[in-house]
């Protein structure tokens, strides 16, 4: 669902603000399209499963497979607000615009996984000289062998961004005929977080508790307690923001009109646009 609340309101006979505030919640959860398959690790038998859907199988030669990744269902649960304000001035030939907004993003995205299956001639192939051109992979499928397995935990992506921006504007009548705008915008955006601190990242440096000690291993964001022996890093956001050295945006524009039925016009301006990662 969507809402959005909106204030226009006259601060004198030239001076107009205009306030937006708006809200939306987008809960999904999406499956695969065939409902046996939803509940197949259960159908088929298959001991320990990590999700309840039919785990990945791979029988080359006969089917490709029965799903094409680990994921047994995604649900999406956001919940994004905004608010921005304008303030238009005229004064004379010019018009005058202030203003700036916010943007915030709550994404939940909880994952179901099981696990994946291959079963190739190998498996049911003579040993030695003739394995390459003997065995059926249908064959190794119906006796278990399996040749390569793989499984993949539930995860849960939540990452939380938003974006600040202020901007300022000339609308500048130069004639009858010419008509320039004139404008520069800031934008500014953190590092996104996860909402569990959930993320982690490399570091060359530190020592790796499961090899030994030896330098490099992974470090997580947050504080508190270590994760299985590797380093909090004290840190919600794994990387630095820019906030001076660029996010400007410089606006330029025109409109010329060249007789009473046709005007030229044109434009050109530098943007940042927001990042909203999974996390």
Known sequence: ??????????????????????????????????????????????????????????????????QTEFKCGQGESDTNWRFSDNLTIQKGRHTLKFGGGYVHWNANFPVVTNGGFTFLPGQTGLPGTFLGNTGLSYASFLLGGVDNAAVQGGQYQSGRAYVIGVYGQDEWRVNDKLTLTLGLRYDAQPFPLHSQDQISQWDPTVPNPVAGGIPGGLTFAGFGSDVNGFSRLGIRRLAKGHYSDRNFGPRLGFAYRLRPSTSIRGSWGMYWGPVVQQM
């Open 1 to 66: 669902y969507n809402s959005r609340l909106n204030w226009t309101w006259m601060l004198g006979s030239n001076i107009v603000n205009d306030t937006v505030v708006g809200l939306d919640r987008i809960p999904t959860y999406t499956t695969g399209g065939y409902p046996d398959s939803n509940e197949g690790a259960a159908l088929i038998g298959q001991p320990n499963p990590l999700g309840p859907c039919l785990p990945a199988i791979h029988v080359p030669g006969f089917f490709t497979g029965t």
